[in-house]
Each structure stands twice: as C-alpha cells, then as structure tokens.
C-alpha cells in the first residue's frame, strides 16, 4: 500500500517535534505554500518542509511517478528559499524515493541550500539525514 503525503507529513511532524521543532502551519493537499513550517522551541528557527507522497496504485509506472513527484518537491523548495533568513528547508518522501533522491542531490547542493531529507517507511519510521550524513557514506560522485 502505497503511503500517502499525509502519512508522510504526520510522521514528519512526529520527528520534527522529537527535533524541539513545533508546527506553525501545516498545510493540506489543498493549500498553496510550504507543507510544514516549523520553529524551533528554544531558538528563532524555521524548518520549512515539502512533502510528498507514494504514487497511487493505479499510475501506469510507479517509478516515473516517483521522479515527477520528486523533481515538482525540489522545484517547490527551490522557489521558496531565502538565504537571509536563515531558515532549514527539508524534503520529505516514502522511503521508496530514497535511491532516486540520494542519486539526483550532491551533498554539496544541500549543504550550500540548507536542505535536509526525511524518508518514511511503511511502518512510520523517519530517516533523517543531512548533507554529512551522504558526504560520510561516500555519495560524492557527480552524475
């Protein structure tokens, strides 16, 4: 069963909050804007978060859904970063993307965007990684 972008973005705020990051806005399918932003308790910092979700079951190819959903995320955190403020942006994806994202971004890139990811499993789990978690297991070519 595929996982939704609302099981992804609920176990996301899940790890944020483990993270002392507390939702101020969460948004639904059908709201424009970030999916999750999030601040820190003790400290003046945002996390901003884009989620998505598994293909549904009926997509003829569920990986070419995967890279669609995947590149639309990026482009959608792409627009809305502000390198003066600050912020820590994050992709958020079922742990099927995994390969797909870790293949597409270099460390480097997400460690000059601030970019973290998050990767869901079907029992809910979150992966968190950032750029030195890649940069340590060796994801330093450049393809």
Known sequence: ??????KVRNAVVSKLSSMKYHPRTIKSLSEHGVDIKARHERFSRYFLVEVKGD???GVKSASAGREVRFLQGLGQLI???QPERGY?????????YRDIV???LHPALLK?????LFFVDDR????????RHLRATGRL???
């Open 102 to 104: 870790i293949r597409r």
């Open 79 to 81: 627009t809305r970063i």
């Open 141 to 143: 070519t450049t393809d």
């Open 112 to 116: 000059l965007l601030k970019i973290h």
């Open 124 to 131: 809910r789990r979150v992966e968190y990684l950032t750029w």
């Open 88 to 96: 820590y942006y994050g992709l958020a994806f079922p742990s099927s």
């Open 1 to 6: 069963m595929p996982l939704t972008e609302d």
């Open 55 to 57: 293909p549904s079951d």
